[in-house]
């Protein structure tokens, strides 16, 4: 398209690293999701809540590392907390016991009540698998119930109806279970059973028949961070999962410390059994966290038995490394002081309320939808409450939006969601503004 041509000429020294890159890294890319045409940007540099690419074009960040800067790029509290790992504890990782693993896990509890006990992980994949394992270690079950369109990493167990084609998800009340890649064994498929998002007649059928087989139900309370599931459909869910003997995990993943400081579990005032958190909880550094009931994170305690087959299994060479710890509380303790993400959240609805002002002024059918400091952009006016209803969205429309956004230095990734910072000022939002006003004008020619 003339988007895409546009795009290629202002970005010589990115096409031609993609071009190099391409013939080593496969697909030129570390993870498929960063792949897009006609190439992705390549960036050399950042600050605070601003991009720089290797033509040297500026852009505000909204990518913010898939959410996980929520201070921005280079925060002084988060510098210096690794700085003084560095000096007091001289190593970024002891492969054993040290006490910012207790802090963390205590500045956890307190905002997460729900955490009766804890583990660390590298990843917020790691975190959902083993947060799997141990309701199916507690219930004796085999199977898992995930909701259509939901994320919760790359592994196998949840690598099912993540983004499945319209000819192959079944009936919408009672989905099918469609592979999202090639490789994973036949068996993750079969004891994957899929949900459909916020339809609680078909979900409570699903469970009910499936009771006997289901160790847990694992859900993103938001979808994709932005698509809240409605409260009784989250109130029925918890109190279902009781009665079934189903183990309830949040993937607070991206929700944790965005929606709410605490959560969405804060949000919609509901007690998951088992969560898993991830990117924000390391402060800009690799991390997961399982936390949850006493009774399931027992499980894994080398205490519990002596026989190694009585015991859940959980290692991680970097596990709870006391960088990621330090950044990670950093983070939280900065977001904590009075007003700091009462601020935040404000700052990002003053930018949602100013892009549906333009929207409604340039007559072009965007709205947002989200909670706290994350949004999307949608490209449709009818109502979203799940993975089907994006199908309404006009793709076309988002992709030539953030074409242009990017030509105007705002930077999410095409058809990707907006996350905010504490580094997102005045400054940044109306140059964010400023770029959707020219985007739009654009869009209504
Ligand atoms: N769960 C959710 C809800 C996520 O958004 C993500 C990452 O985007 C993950 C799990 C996986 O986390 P990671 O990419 O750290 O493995």
Redesign the pocket.
Same mark, same amino acid.
């Given at each position: 398209s003339s988007f895409q041509q546009h795009y290629r000429e202002k970005r010589p020294k990115s096409a031609a690293f993609f071009e190099q890159a391409q013939m080593l890294i496969a697909g030129g890319v570390n993870g498929n999701l960063r792949y897009y045409q006609p190439f992705p940007i390549t960036f050399a540099q950042a600050r605070d809540a601003w991009l720089y690419d290797l033509d040297g074009h500026a852009y505000v960040d909204y990518l913010l590392s898939?959410g996980a800067l929520l201070l921005g790029h280079g925060h002084p509290v988060v510098q210096k907390a690794i700085q003084q790992v560095w000096e007091q504890q001289g190593t970024s990782s002891f492969g054993a016991t040290h006490p910012l693993e207790l802090e963390m896990a205590q500045e956890l509890a307190g905002l997460y009540p729900s955490f009766e006990e804890v583990r660390f992980t590298n990843?917020?994949?790691? !975190?959902?698998l083993f947060a799997l394992r141990l309701a199916m270690a507690y219930t004796g079950k085999t199977h898992i119930a995930k909701f259509e369109g #939901?994320? #919760?990493?790359?592994h196998d167990h949840v690598l099912v109806s993540v983004n499945p084609t319209f000819d192959r998800f079944g009936d919408q009340t009672s989905p099918a279970s469609v592979p999202e890649s090639l490789g994973t064994p036949d068996y993750y498929l079969q004891h994957t059973v899929v949900l459909p998002f916020n339809d609680w007649d078909a979900c409570e059928k699903i469970m009910t028949e499936k009771k006997d087989q289901l160790a847990a139900v694992i859900v993103?309370p938001m979808q994709s961070?932005y698509i809240p599931a409605d409260r009784q459909f989250m109130k029925n869910l918890r109190q279902l999962t009781d009665n079934l003997g189903i183990i309830l995990i949040f993937?607070e993943? =991206?929700t944790g410390f965005r929606v709410s400081l605490g959560g969405a579990q804060d949000y919609y005032g509901v007690t998951p059994d088992l969560s !898993?958190l991830? =990117?924000v909880v390391g402060g800009g550094f690799?991390i997961?966290v399982v936390g949850g009931k006493r009774r399931l994170l027992e499980m894994c305690s080398p205490l519990r038995s002596r026989n190694r087959q009585e015991v859940v299994f959980h290692s991680g060479t970097f596990n709870g490394n006391p960088i990621s710890l330090a950044a990670g509380l950093a983070t939280i303790r900065y977001l904590q002081e009075p007003g700091r993400f009462a601020s935040l959240v404000q700052r990002t609805h003053q930018l949602r309320d100013g892009i549906h002002e333009l929207a409604r002024q340039y007559r072009v059918p965007v709205k947002t939808m989200g909670v706290g400091t994350i949004f999307n952009v949608l490209t449709t006016e009818a109502e979203v409450r799940n993975y089907r209803d994006l199908g309404a969205n006009r793709h076309e429309l988002r992709l030539a939006l953030d074409y242009l956004l990017m030509d105007h230095g705002v930077y999410s990734k095409p058809l990707n969601r907006f996350s905010l910072s504490d580094a997102h000022g005045p400054a940044e939002i109306q140059a964010t503004l400023d770029a959707f006003e020219k985007s739009f004008a654009a869009l209504g020619q």
């Open positions: 898939y990843s917020g994949l790691e !975190a959902t #939901h994320y #919760h990493g790359a993103e961070g993937d993943v =991206k !898993a991830g =990117k690799p997961g």
